[in-house]
């Protein structure tokens, strides 16, 4: 079962410089997608062939951007922070992407333009399952095996008011009734996912 995460960095840089010394703060709370990349992604040792995320980065300058991790394919990355925090540094400083232009910046990483509209689009496409992640809806439990499974989840904020209109016909999965951290959130789907495997 080939797992996707999508994650929406509402003030992670689209474009521009990226401070390594200061991802919590200054780069928009990247911090907290590179730990969702690190869960989504790496094993003890390895690599997660069943899964890929995509990181939006929606805090500008400029239009929105996402990056694609494949697990089936990504090499040459290290499972630390500041490893994942480069490659996305050498990304920023590149041109934007058009919308639908895939380029593959290093094996498995891939630099486009878009938005949470635009993966949605392509996982309808690509016959992926969705469900968006929230401590209010059914247990997780609840899901239906298929081929393609997608998740969709914030970083430190609430999804926006246009955000919840966009996902607003797409089932809401629980892990349980606390709001847990991104990262967390994503080791608990693949525990859950494994034991079904």
């Known amino acids: 079962m080939q797992r996707r995460f999508a994650i929406i960095g509402h003030r ?16 928009g709370r990247l911090d907290v997608l590179l730990r969702a990349v690190n869960s989504a ?12 995320i995509t990181l939006h980065l929606e805090g500008g300058p400029g239009p929105s951007r996402r990056i694609w991790f494949n697990g089936e394919t990504l090499a ?5 922070e500041r490893s994942i925090a480069g490659q996305i540094k050498a990304i920023l400083k590149r041109p934007a992407k058009p ?19 635009t993966t949605l689009a392509d996982w309808k496409r690509e ?32 999804f926006t008011d246009e955000e919840q209109k966009l996902m607003a016909h797409l089932p809401r999965i629980s892990l349980g009734k606390k709001w847990l951290q991104g990262h967390s959130c994503i080791t ?10």
Do not use: M, W
């Open 12 to 27: 992670a840089p689209s474009s521009g410089k990226l401070n390594l010394n200061d991802l919590s703060g200054g780069s």
């Open 41 to 52: 992604l790496f094993l003890s040792h390895g690599i997660r062939t069943d899964s890929h």
């Open 76 to 80: 040459g990355v290290r499972c630390d």
């Open 99 to 117: 919308i639908g232009v895939f380029d593959q910046v290093t094996q498995g990483i891939f630099d486009t333009g878009g938005n949470l509209t």
């Open 127 to 158: 016959d992926v399952t969705l469900y968006v992640l929230d401590a209010e809806g059914e247990p997780i439990e609840n899901i239906e095996k298929s081929e393609r499974i997608g998740f969709i989840l914030s970083d430190d904020r609430i």
């Open 188 to 197: 608990i789907v693949h525990h859950f996912l494994d034991k079904k495997d």
